[in-house]
């Protein structure tokens, strides 16, 4: 559906300096088109500005003259995705409850629920109004379901599990599986049951195929807001605070604590029994063996200070160098050595 530029600016708070005109989407700087919005939140890319053909561009107020057409945003890249929400399809196209979803007499179900064929919901769960669970999703019994979530295809909630209003799981996402509690005895290895629990906050969004596993005793828990990426791992017990941003393949062991709005980059792993302190950032394939304190920028395997961890890459790819270098000066300083021995 198209929109005003003029109903745009209106809608989201936002200058419009240009004329006004009909915008029917979104695009990038190189690819938009007269009857799209764009963005320039990145200055590198603030030469494209000069060729871009988009029907105006969300840009910050000093790139406004350098459009004919702008929108003029304190935050053009979170103003981009609140354009962007606007004018997203969402998906999926039916409504109500399929006759081919399996929901059990004793569950509940709230005011404009959406349950596509081949979802299967358990005893005593409770769905909240207007929740859409996909094909092939699994809410097992005694499970609790927010208001207005999404549940994408073959997400697994596994008995007991609880998530907050306005949650998003994407397809795959498997809560309260068990967690990996065994013991190697002189029997073999022996299976620890784990009879906890998975609860997430309001507004948390999980990634594809990711997995938060049940508690062995209590609740594994995640915090309002926080975002998990795609191919997680979080293990049981794991307490995660709110506004945490998690990217794809971090692993998370058991017993951790994680504070509010920590980031942790891609393939970071956690060990087990630590304290995440809050605010705290951990680059790409980070290694942390110990407990961190608030605010802390941290890298590397095992993860030092932002600094040691930007020194020590500065270093890396002079090591194979180094390494000749060094051997040269050892077979210089052998031949020192047997000349000083001869005299």
Same mark, same amino acid.
């Given at each position: 559906?198209?929109?005003?530029?003029? /109903?745009?600016?209106?809608?989201?708070?936002?200058?419009?300096?240009?004329?006004?005109?009909?915008?029917? !989407?979104?695009?990038?700087?190189?690819?938009?088109?007269?009857?799209?919005?764009?963005?320039?939140? %990145?200055?590198?890319?603030?030469?494209?500005?000069?060729?871009?053909?988009?029907?105006?561009?969300?840009?910050?107020?000093?790139? @406004?003259?350098?459009?004919?057409?702008?929108?003029?945003?304190?935050?053009?890249?979170?103003?981009?995705?609140?354009?962007?929400?606007?004018?997203?399809?969402?998906?999926?196209?039916?409504?109500?409850?399929?006759?081919?979803?399996?929901?059990?007499?004793?569950?509940?179900?709230?005011?404009?629920?959406?349950?596509?064929?081949?979802?299967?919901?358990?005893?005593?769960?409770?769905?909240?109004?207007?929740?859409?669970?996909?094909?092939?999703?699994?809410?097992?019994?005694?499970?609790?379901?927010? *208001?207005?979530?999404?549940?994408?295809?073959?997400?697994?909630?596994?008995?007991?599990?609880?998530?907050? %209003?306005?949650?998003?799981?994407?397809?795959?996402?498997?809560?309260?599986?068990?967690?990996?509690?065994?013991?190697?005895?002189?029997?073999?290895? &022996?299976?620890?049951?784990?009879?906890?629990?998975?609860?997430?906050? %309001?507004?948390?969004?999980?990634?594809?195929?990711?997995?938060?596993?049940?508690?062995?005793?209590?609740? *594994?828990?995640?915090?309002?807001? *926080?975002?998990?990426? %795609?191919?997680?791992?979080?293990?049981?017990?794991?307490?995660?605070?709110?506004?945490?941003?998690?990217?794809? &393949?971090?692993?998370?062991?058991?017993?951790?604590?994680?504070?509010?709005?920590?980031?942790?980059?891609? &393939?970071?792993?956690?060990?087990?029994?630590?304290?995440?302190?809050?605010?705290?950032?951990? !680059?790409?394939?980070? !290694?942390? @063996?110990?407990?961190?304190?608030?605010?802390? *920028?941290?890298?590397?395997?095992?993860?030092?200070?932002?600094?040691?961890?930007?020194?020590?890459?500065?270093?890396?790819?002079?090591?194979?160098?180094?390494?000749?270098?060094?051997?040269?000066?050892?077979?210089?300083?052998? /031949?020192?050595?047997?000349?000083?021995?001869?005299?």
């Amino acid at each position: 559906m198209a929109r005003l530029l003029s /109903e745009l600016a209106g809608l989201l708070g936002l200058e419009l300096r240009g004329e006004d005109r009909a915008i029917e !989407g979104v695009n990038t700087l190189e690819a938009a088109g007269p009857a799209e919005v764009s963005f320039l939140a %990145n200055p590198k890319y603030t030469h494209l500005l000069a060729t871009t053909r988009a029907g105006a561009v969300i840009v910050s107020v000093e790139h @406004a003259d350098a459009v004919p057409c702008a929108l003029v945003s304190a935050n053009p890249y979170f103003d981009f995705g609140r354009t962007l929400a606007l004018f997203a399809k969402p998906q999926g196209s039916l409504s109500g409850v399929s006759d081919m979803a399996f929901v059990h007499p004793e569950a509940e179900l709230g005011d404009g629920c959406t349950v596509y064929p081949f979802a299967f919901i358990g005893p005593r769960a409770r769905i909240g109004a207007g929740t859409v669970l996909f094909p092939g999703c699994y809410v097992g019994e005694d499970c609790r379901v927010g *208001t207005g979530c999404l549940l994408y295809p073959n997400a697994v909630l596994m008995a007991g599990t609880e998530i907050g %209003n306005g949650c998003i799981l994407h397809a795959g996402v498997v809560l309260g599986a068990d967690g990996f509690g065994f013991a190697r005895t002189d029997f073999g290895i &022996q299976k620890i049951p784990q009879v906890g629990s998975v609860r997430l906050g %309001n507004d948390v969004e999980v990634g594809a195929n990711t997995a938060i596993d049940r508690s062995v005793l209590g609740v *594994t828990t995640v915090g309002d807001g *926080t975002k998990i990426d %795609n191919l997680v791992q979080i293990g049981h017990n794991v307490e995660m605070g709110r506004n945490c941003l998690i990217v794809s &393949q971090v692993g998370i062991s058991g017993s951790t604590k994680v504070g509010d709005d920590v980031t942790m980059a891609g &393939q970071v792993g956690v060990a087990g029994h630590l304290s995440i302190g809050n605010g705290v950032t951990l !680059g790409p394939k980070s !290694g942390v @063996a110990k407990s961190i304190p608030d605010g802390e *920028t941290m890298g590397g395997a095992p993860a030092v200070d932002k600094a040691t961890y930007m020194r020590t890459l500065t270093v890396m790819p002079k090591l194979p160098d180094m390494y000749k270098r060094i051997g040269k000066l050892e077979k210089e300083l052998e /031949e020192l050595k047997k000349l000083a021995a001869k005299e």
